[in-house]
């Protein structure tokens, strides 16, 4: 199976027949032999190589959740995925908080950016400091750091006012804890695409256009800025969708059942072919919704160059 | 400092510049979009402001009458671009204020002043097509959508792109873009327009279309213009009056015939044109200068006295055959219709001199010539 998907890639990375940089452009009549000197072979060795890393587990993973020995063939995992207890409260959980995520790392980063590109070269700074640095601290770290506070907090705050919002925040049907925990964990992704897709517009002209207009400040912001931002808030989207939706570590410690704690935790308790064929799935949507994007971005750029 | 606050005649006394151009379309549809006596008066009053170490408007004054396009020239850095900023609303003075009509408009905010600007950059909204740019400020004036649609093509045909209003700023040219731009400005019916630099990301050709065209609108609309810019052509080719501007301060405001032949200091003298200083020396009284064997009448009243340079433009520099004065040709340079010859002086001085190309075929370089200027007021400057 993986050798198949791997020569089919080899296939793909060949030049284009006509590729110009060819050592030398031979015509339809060229031949075999002539059709291989066409390969690069380099390229093709690289190709296979990467090919394998990344194929081989997904194939394998594949032939686990069809491979129901010793029957045979068989689509069963995928049909007990509509069945399989716990997994619908899972996703929904997972989405919620990706949704939670998406909206709060929205409301923090794009005043941010907004502020950094009219502002200093040191607040920039700062921001940006501030936002890679999740990526140093170790998830691990974090959530060790995270059940510190909460002990804390269940020791200290059960005779104040405050515990019943302490109460409320880990409630497991929306865990306020674990939507804080994975804000501070998208920052540095968040930030790069939402700063990217700034940085491709003249924010100071556009919005000093706006006031030009009639349109106060904030006005200006929303009815400018953000609509030229759209493609960078749907890659940040996409990207923060994508982490909250694979996280583990944190969500599992502090004892959330989000859907990659429960993929884990079928796997071990005995649904492994459903849990795996979910993960299948899961992994064709997140394609499909790269594929989407990128399309769409794709259509866009090709707009943009025609005249 | 020159403050002249304005000879009243400079828009009828300017012929337009703006030639027979396919102004036809335009005229008609003129009327309704904008009335003609929308020009407000403009003043700058001591104008202070400094960023950090460097000051950008150092006591600017200028009185800019309704109508009137007046062209601030400058070096970067002179201040220029603050200045209209101002105007504006984009920034503050440290002192001194901005009166539309007398009203003092300094602290009113950006978006409430009524003041359309075209900006350097290509500021047309990225996501918006043509009509719905020119729109937005229609929008967010709350004006209805049957309405700002007619009216959004009304100004893309005063701007003669009538057939672009679906297009998106990504679809259009540079020349496009700042027509959309133009009209985007005078969408709210402003009574001041503001043009900072809006043709200097374009080609030469693209560029001399344009600013004709402004003119024409500019003068069709009778709208109060400042138009800030550092070419020189573009200032003295399409504005009533340039406000020529040095280190923050006004230098000198006047028509363009006469800051190109009566500059009142050196600096305007030497910025707008090309100009000679040769070595001469004043008489005693200061009323005329010796210079290449000649005695001139000195322009305007002067304080120096014993040895100044006289300014002097190249096309009025007479060069003939022969020697006696030491003179030589150095060079020269093929302009066109005419040619300039580099010419050194015995002391070294470097003259240029403007001639017919025919006339200076005859004096290749290393011919001996004399110079000579034409009996007529000059204006000196201490020597350098």
């Given at each position: ?22 050592p ?13 000197a ?13 090919g394998?890393y ?39 959980l997972?989405?919620?908080?990706a ?18 590109r009219?502002?200093?070269?040191k ?11 999740p990526?140093v ?83 200006a ?12 808030m ?5 990207i923060?969708?994508a ?30 072919p ?14 499909v ?17 025609t005249? | ?44 009053v001591?104008l ?21 396009l007046?062209?601030?020239l ?26 539309v ?47 700002r ?48 630099e ?37 200032a ?5 009056r ?28 030497e910025?707008?044109?090309t ?36 300014l ?73």
């Amino acid at each position: 199976m993986a050798g198949v998907t791997a020569s089919a890639l080899t296939t793909e990375g060949r030049p284009a027949p006509s590729a110009a940089k060819g050592p030398r452009p031979t015509g339809p009549a060229g031949g075999v032999l002539a059709g291989l000197a066409r390969i690069r072979w380099g390229r093709g060795t690289v190709l296979l190589v990467a090919g394998l890393y990344f194929l081989v587990p997904i194939a394998t993973t594949l032939w686990f959740t069809v491979d129901n020995s010793p029957q045979g063939f068989s689509l069963d995992a995928y049909r007990q995925i509509f069945t399989v207890p716990g997994l619908w409260p899972a996703l929904q959980l997972s989405l919620l908080l990706a949704a939670g995520t998406i909206v709060l790392v929205y409301l923090l980063l794009i005043p941010a950016v907004v502020a950094v590109r009219l502002g200093s070269q040191k607040l920039r700074t700062v921001v940006e400091l501030t936002c890679t640095l999740p990526l140093v601290v170790p998830t691990i770290a974090l959530t060790a750091g995270i059940s510190d506070v909460l002990r804390w907090c269940n020791d200290n705050l059960a005779p104040t006012p405050f515990y019943a919002t302490f109460l409320y925040a880990q409630n497991a049907n929306f865990p306020v804890v674990l939507l804080l925990a994975y804000v501070v964990m998208a920052l540095p992704l968040a930030y790069r695409t939402l700063d990217a897709g700034m940085r491709a517009l003249d924010v100071r002209t556009l919005l000093e256009a706006a006031q030009n207009n009639g349109a106060g400040r904030t006005r200006a912001i929303v009815s400018v800025i953000l609509p030229n931002l759209r493609s960078a808030m749907l890659n940040t989207a996409f990207i923060t969708l994508a982490l909250v939706l694979g996280e583990f570590t944190v969500a599992s410690i502090l004892g959330y059942v989000p859907f990659a704690v429960w993929i884990v935790n079928g796997n071990s308790a005995g649904q492994g072919p459903v849990t795996v064929a979910v993960s299948i799935v899961s992994l064709l949507l997140t394609w499909v919704l790269l594929l989407v994007l990128s399309i769409g971005s794709e259509r866009r750029n090709r707009a943009q160059s025609t005249h | 400092m020159t403050t002249d606050p304005a000879p009243a005649t400079t828009v009828a006394a300017v012929p337009s510049p703006a030639g027979p151009t396919d102004s036809s379309a335009a005229a008609t549809s003129t009327a309704p979009v904008t009335d003609k006596a929308s020009g407000a008066t403009v003043q700058f009053v001591g104008l202070r402001r400094t960023f950090g170490a460097t000051t950008a408007l150092d006591g600017l004054d200028l009185t800019v009458n309704p109508g009137e396009l007046v062209a601030l020239l400058g070096p970067s850095g002179c201040g220029k671009t603050t200045a209209l900023r101002m105007l504006a609303g984009f920034e503050m003075p440290d002192s001194g204020q901005v009166l539309v009509d007398g009203e003092d408009v300094t602290r009113i905010p950006a978006h409430r002043r009524d003041a359309g600007m075209v900006f350097q950059s290509y500021s047309l909204f990225p996501h918006l097509n043509a009509r719905d740019n020119v729109a937005f400020g229609l929008k967010m004036r709350k004006t209805g959508k049957a309405e700002r649609h007619r009216r959004a093509d009304e100004l893309l045909e005063l701007v003669g792109l009538p057939t672009h209003g679906d297009r998106y700023p990504h679809q259009l040219s540079g020349g496009q873009q700042q027509r959309i731009a133009l009209a985007r400005a005078l969408a709210l019916r402003p009574r001041v327009l503001l043009l900072d630099e809006p043709l200097s990301a374009l080609d030469a050709k693209v560029r001399e279309n344009l600013r004709e065209e402004i003119r024409r609108l500019q003068q069709d609309l009778g709208i109060t213009t400042l138009f800030v810019t550092h070419d020189q052509e573009e200032a003295l080719s399409m504005a009533d009056r340039v406000a020529v501007m040095h280190a923050g301060r006004l230098e000198q405001c006047d028509t363009p015939a006469e800051l190109y032949a009566r500059p009142t200091t050196a600096f305007v003298a030497e910025f707008v044109g090309t100009m000679n200083r040769i070595d001469g020396v004043l008489a005693e009284d200061g009323k005329t200068v010796e210079l290449l064997g000649q005695r001139l009448p000195v322009d305007g009243a002067t304080e120096l006295r014993g040895e100044v340079q006289v300014l002097t433009r190249p096309e009025n520099v007479r060069v003939t055959a022969g020697g006696g004065q030491g003179a030589i040709v150095t060079g020269t340079t093929f302009l066109g219709s005419s040619t300039r010859l580099a010419i050194q002086l015995p002391d070294g001085t470097s003259v240029k001199a403007d001639l017919s190309t025919h006339d200076a075929a005859a004096l290749p370089a290393g011919t001996a010539v004399t110079l000579s200027l034409p009996d007529r007021p000059v204006l000196v400057d201490t020597r350098r």
